[in-house]
T-cell receptor, first 113, second 113 residues
């Protein structure tokens, strides 16, 4: 079945550091890929998405590129801020399974001032 | 921007009691979902709903669970006889079409005593 694997956290960075959170997926079809963010005490917010191979999703300085050859969708940001501290979830959705979203385990990011 | 709303934000219930969690999806969306997140764990799919019927359900969604769209705007999750292990954050989500990004509510925290 479909699955998502992302790097374990927590990840602790200093402000303005470069961020990479690795994500790989397994899917039988051609999924859409997403990154969701969960700030403390809040719900899930869509951060960015990509729907086909080589698409790059971007939002708020975050980027991720849909790499079919490596089945990856790594999240990057060039310069993190304290306000980026949150849990980041990589996810996929495809036609198999009624378009349900399958989430990775989440990676907690702490950014220090 | 339209959003998914969930009520209540926190529900405390005695074990064995019935509980109904309510969601108002985005008005022109057609696909509806429930997910849960046990504290500190990954977000898990429960059920998807389209065209007034369940599209898919997970093994978690046993006979104690049911969903309903009673009036064209609300989407409810009922747990008939709650167990301690039902304690979790429950998220409702909706999307305009299959495979597009799902919009999540802020969740209902369910605590079973």
């Amino acid at each position: 079945g479909n699955s998502v694997t992302q790097m374990e956290g927590p990840v602790t960075l200093s402000e303005e550091a470069f961020l990479t959170i690795n994500c790989t997926y397994t899917a039988t079809g051609y999924p859409s890929l997403f990154w969701y963010v969960q700030y403390p005490g809040e719900g899930l917010q869509l951060l960015l998405k990509a729907t086909k191979a080589d698409d790059k999703g971007s939002n708020k300085g975050f980027e991720a590129t849909y790499r079919k050859e490596t089945t990856s969708f790594h999240l990057e940001k060039g310069s993190v801020q304290v306000s980026d501290s949150a849990v980041y979830f990589c996810a996929l959705s495809d036609r198999t399974g009624g378009f349900k979203t399958i989430f990775g385990a989440g990676t907690r990011l702490f950014v220090k001032a | 921007e339209p959003e998914v709303t969930q009520t209540p934000s926190h529900q405390v219930t005695q074990m064995g009691q019935e509980v109904i969690l309510r969601c108002v999806p985005i008005s022109n969306h057609l696909y509806f979902y429930w997910y849960r997140q046990i504290l500190g764990q990954k977000v898990e799919f429960l059920v998807s709903f389209y065209n007034n019927e369940i599209s898919e359900k997970s093994e978690i969604f046993d006979d104690q669970f049911s969903v309903e769209r009673p009036d064209g705007s609300n989407f409810t999750l009922k747990i008939r006889s709650t167990k301690l292990e039902d304690s979790a954050m429950y998220f409702c989500a909706s999307s305009g079409k299959g495979g597009s990004a799902q919009h999540f509510g802020d969740g209902t925290r369910l605590s079973i005593l």
